[in-house]
Nanobody
Framework: QVQLVESGGGLVQAGGSLRLSCAAS????????MAWFRQAPSKEREFVAS????????LYADSVKGRFTISRDNAKNTVYLQMNSLKPEDTAVYYC??????????????????WGQGTQVTVSS
């Protein structure tokens, strides 16, 4: 089992920045690829970004490419999502998730085994 706890969400004006963190505990963090998903009200959960177990490979949704950066620190068992140039349409609950190493490029939620409880990000116009 892997336990994931997100933090760093909040209310920010359009154009602002936030940095989300996801702290992992339980099994070996570096055994897993990590990702961020988000879910807005009345919408399905959608892929945001993923990162391989060493951090050498990343993948982004087109909607966040160039604005968001995913990174990880295996020594701290933590994955981050730096969000810049935020837009109102980025408003959602953001979840971190863990998948087997070989699934780092997967964008479908079904490939991810463990999930955090989510953190709310609200971007005002």
């Amino acid at each position: 089992q892997v336990q994931l706890v997100e933090s760093g969400g909040g209310l920010v004006q359009a154009g602002g920045s936030l940095r989300l963190s996801c702290a992992a505990s339980g099994r070996t963090f570096s055994d897993y690829a990590m990702a961020w998903f988000r879910q807005a009200p009345s919408k399905e959960r959608e892929f945001v970004a993923s990162i391989s177990w060493r951090g050498g490979s990343t993948l982004y949704a087109d909607s966040v490419k160039g604005r968001f950066t995913i990174s990880r620190d295996n020594a701290k068992n933590t994955v981050y999502l730096q969000m810049n140039s935020l837009k109102p349409e980025d408003t959602a609950v953001y979840y971190c998730a863990a998948a087997p190493r070989a699934s780092w490029f997967r964008t479908e939620a079904a490939y991810y085994l463990y999930w955090g409880q989510g953190t709310q990000v609200t971007v005002s116009s």
